[in-house]
């Protein structure tokens, strides 16, 4: 045999030998959030969620994270998933209609809950066992739901006092989507579409009187410098979203060890999202009394009218989702929606500021029943 085949055969069996014991590359997770690092969802769930991946998958995965939609916004998320420009990120459910129909039956029944907790589990568990539909067109437009959350309540915030019917009446009242314009519209308000990142200056150049907002968008948002009277009336939550969605050719490209991580650890990312907002809600009432922020309680003939609307309003959601999303019988995830609602209820209103039973309830009820090997594949 030549030296020179001699050489090759050594050098060839040294690289086999370097190739089995050197480190395999970690594989970059592209996050796209478009929210700041200082929101409960980028900046706390998202942290706590990676940390605890991170600590069980090693160098298998380093996350990096682009914020304020840096490398998607919102409104280009899915398909940003699909086509592999980035591999996770939050989702507004809402942007996506066209292709998630089935999945607006939540943002459309928003209104029948009013704790951030029981309805990020409704809508967690509602999108992973209760719509299938929903699982599907996830499926055929690249999305892998791995997780939900929904947002504090929803309340009052204007440019002037607002609690009765009466001085409600001709409000120009921001709102996004449809129940909210029904809503809007129900009390007497004329409701006005407009992006919630433009609702600061829609007060400053009194484009409108009032939207609907958390409590903590005082701050947040710095609504506290241009609006700056608060009715606590609680008009549901924002949870038709997809806290951790995966873009599918990501998912299918981990092995079934680190997918198996990947969903075992977002019990911790919902927990953070509400224990973050709880304590960040509790926070900004006084800095917001001192800025000169008025806080009212709502006019019993106005809390009335918005609870009576919420009841009246779902043969419309039936309506809207045959007419507008083309679902042909959208009642049987209706209901499913409403059951889950009264089920959480109750199971967290023994354990609502206990954050460990909280998280270990979403494992038990939600990630404990589904097949981690075939989930998403």
């Not at 605890?52 to 994270?65: P, R, S």
């Not at 928003?110 to 509602?126: C, L």
Request: with cysteine; net charge neutral; charged share 25%.
């Amino acid at each position: 045999m030549s030296k020179r085949f001699i050489t090759a055969g050594i050098a060839g069996a040294l690289f086999a030998i370097v190739a089995a014991v050197a480190p395999a590359q970690a594989e970059d997770v592209r996050v796209s959030l478009g929210l700041s690092p200082k929101h409960p969802v980028a900046g706390y769930g998202y942290n706590k969620y990676m940390e605890a991946v991170k600590a069980e998958v090693g160098d298998k995965l380093e996350f990096k994270v682009h914020y304020g939609g840096a490398l998607l916004g919102l409104k280009a998320m899915l398909d940003g998933l699909r086509d592999d420009v980035a591999d996770l990120g939050i989702l507004a459910l809402p942007y996506h209609a066209a292709q998630l129909r089935n999945s607006q039956v939540a943002a459309n029944m928003s209104m029948m809950g009013f704790d951030m907790a029981v309805m990020s589990a409704v809508t967690t568990e509602f999108y992973m066992l209760g719509c299938q539909p929903c699982l599907d067109e996830m499926k055929r437009a690249g999305l892998v739901y791995a997780g939900g959350y929904a947002t504090p309540p929803y309340v009052l915030i204007s440019k002037k006092k607002i609690t009765t019917l009466e001085e409600m009446k001709g409000t120009k009242m921001r709102a996004g989507a449809g129940l909210f314009v029904r809503w809007a519209e129900s009390v007497g308000a004329v409701p006005v579409n407009l992006p919630v990142s433009d609702m600061y200056d829609g007060f400053a150049q009194g484009v409108i009187d009032a939207g609907v907002q958390t409590v903590d968008g005082l701050r947040g948002y710095g609504f506290w410098d241009v609006a700056q009277h608060v009715t606590m009336l609680e008009v549901g939550t924002f949870n038709s979203t997809a806290l951790l969605g995966y873009g599918k050719p990501f998912w299918q490209r981990q092995p079934a060890d680190v997918r198996k991580v990947l969903l075992d650890k977002a019990p911790i990312a919902m927990r953070a999202v509400i224990e973050d907002y709880d304590e960040r809600m509790e926070s900004v009432i006084a800095p917001a009394k001192e800025k000169g922020v008025k806080f009212y309680d709502p006019a019993p003939d106005l809390l009335a009218a918005t609870r009576d609307f919420a009841k009246k309003d779902l043969p419309e959601v039936e309506k809207t989702m045959q007419t507008d999303y083309k679902i042909e019988n959208p009642k049987p995830l209706m209901d499913s929606f409403a059951g889950l609602v009264a089920k959480w209820e109750k199971l967290v209103a023994p354990v609502r500021k206990d954050y460990n039973a909280l998280q270990a309830l979403f494992d038990k009820e939600i990630y404990a029943k589904i097949d981690r090997k075939t989930w998403g594949m």
